[in-house]
């Protein structure tokens, strides 16, 4: 068994596809999902290629990151493990390569976002060193 984390190809892009549809749709049952949902269309995998990656067992696609970067700051737009391959360490391994391209890129700052109760993406993110800044709280009008 051989796992990696790679830059993302254009091959790629169906196995991300469907995975982005499977976070989505998990996304609709978690408080915040659908506002978040709302706030962030898919992907465009094509323009993504050169900012993200993805996470493989076996060459099996089965996760993705993708960063975006606005001047010093890089953002974790979407990180995503199928819900099978967690605890592989694929999470992990996806927000370091967004941590050492963030530093390449010359960031000073990088984000993530994780929903009210996300309790596997905010351990994600601790474990990287990542520390909530501030909490967004709404209520629909």
Known sequence: MHDAVRPLTSDDIPAVVALEAEARTALLDQRGGPAHLDEEPPADWG???GRAWVGTLDDVVLGYLELIYH???ARVRQVF???E???LGLGDALLA???EAARAAGCTVLEGTALPGDRETKNLYER???KA???V?????
């Open 97 to 99: 390569a967004a941590l």
């Open 47 to 49: 323009a993504a290629i």
């Open 128 to 130: 990287a060193g990542i």
């Open 133 to 135: 800044r501030k909490i």
């Open 81 to 83: 493990v199928h819900p």
């Open 85 to 87: 391959a967690r605890e």
């Open 71 to 73: 001047g010093t700051a």
């Open 137 to 141: 709280v709404s209520v629909p009008l």
